[in-house]
């Protein structure tokens, strides 16, 4: 008898707990596993699993910014779907999903609850009060798993009795990354950065690196919910000549357009996109913050997309 996998993460969007999440529902052996995936909304990682044949469920109630009211509709909505669905496994991604996926798992009575860590929310720039709630909500997340993944050694330290398990990419062919290196003059050293528009990625710092050196040019490779932000921090600053923002683009079709690829992040857990520049051969400029570092220092097999899923296959 097949086992049954739901995977559950926040948004639908394209990001690195997407991506880890389609690598695992794609990768899954369909003889053995049945999967689902549910989340919130129809973006880009509901098309791509549509794509692969991978059945979705949409989340009405989810939404990442906390709100009791959405939140509570949130676990009665994934209780119902788990008790309809009768997953033998719920494997929970984001800080959100997790603990309101974890409790209706528990509910709905769910053999089998894994979360995975991308990054240890806490980590994020708030107040201390605000700081002080999600540790807490995060560790009454963690006792409602029966295991507990994290990507990095960083995290893997200050979260006791988790599992470590790298996230993983494959072989990839490179483009040429001419769409980027057209768009600046010729012969310029690029300067470039893929990520969600974000506070946590803090693009804002390649912007005021470059205001500080009129000889750097910057190419920022994403979008999100800060990109009206850069664009006005670009014209007030005089950098549209030498600062360009080119909206969301696959990593693979751009990072040859690079010189360097920087990563000035507040927060991370083990960033696929610096696995990728790495792979691309590019000069790195990163801030070494959660699972950086040890991309930086670590070998291509300590991040294979094979040993990812093999290992957390075991755990099913």
Known sequence: MKKKVTYVITKSNW????????????????????????????????????????????????????????????VSELVKIFKQEKPDVVHLNSSKAGGIGALA?????????????????????????????????????FAMCDEVITVSKDNHARVPGSKLIYN???????????????????????????????HNKNQIALLVAARENPAMYVAIVGEGELREMLEAKIREWGLSARVKLFGFMPAAEVLKGFDVFALPSLKEGLPYVLLEAKLAGLPIEATRVGGIGEILDGTPADFSLEKMVRETVKLY
């Open 15 to 74: 990001g690195g707990a997407q991506r880890y999440v389609f690598d695992l529902a794609t990768a899954l052996s369909p003889e053995k596993f049945e999967v689902s995936v549910a989340c919130g909304g129809s973006g880009m990682l509901v098309q791509k699993l549509k794509k692969k044949g991978v059945r979705t469920i949409e989340v009405k109630s989810f939404q990442r910014d906390i709100s009791f009211g959405k939140d509570a509709r949130s």
């Open 105 to 141: 798992a528990k509910i709905a009575g769910v053999p089998k609850i894994i979360f995975t860590v991308h990054g240890v929310p806490w980590d994020e720039d708030r107040n201390p009060i605000s700081k002080f709630l999600i540790y807490m909500a995060s560790q009454a997340t």
């Open 168 to 198: 993983g990419v494959a072989y990839m062919t490179f483009g040429s990354g001419e769409v980027i290196r057209k768009a600046f003059p010729p012969g310029v050293p690029i300067t470039g950065t893929i990520g969600e528009l974000t």
